[in-house]
């Protein structure tokens, strides 16, 4: 199953989605606002921002909270991510947020934005070559 790409008006509508989603960021010690938007295979948007906690390991990034909200609704197939900050340059998920990703949504469509209007699109499977995996999925 390959990726099926994004028309731009679906495009538009997850980045606005993510955008909305940093408004909420809780980022009191980095200071660096991002949000996320996953694309469910049935249309539905799951927004998702990043909440930070003293203890830094506890943390978690805007695009795992958008996977963890629709997975929790019973959502588990999906086409695309939005992911926005306010960067010069757009942002690309981390390590972790690349892995969950993988976990949950394999080779999805990942769109990186800034809130100054840059726009770049790949795919997970291009940031995360070989991804790691472990036996079958549900």
């Known amino acids: 199953m390959g990726v099926k790409g994004l028309t731009p008006g679906e495009r538009d509508s997850l980045i606005a989605a993510a955008t909305a989603a940093r408004e909420k960021a809780a980022a009191p010690y980095s200071h660096f606002h991002v949000g996320a938007a996953l694309l469910s295979e049935d249309g539905r948007v799951f927004g998702g ?64 934005a800034t809130t100054g209007g840059a726009v770049e699109e790949t795919t997970l499977a291009t940031l995360l070559p070989r991804a790691f995996e472990l036996g079958e999925r549900e």
């Open 49 to 112: 921002c990043n909440v930070e906690s003293a203890s830094f390991g506890l943390t978690n990034c805007a695009e795992r909270t958008a996977v963890f909200k629709a997975v929790s609704e019973g959502v588990r197939r999906f086409r695309a991510v939005a992911v926005v900050t306010a960067a010069d340059e757009p942002t690309s998920p981390c390590g972790a947020c690349r892995q969950v990703l993988w976990d949950q949504c394999r080779d999805i469509v990942v769109v990186m």
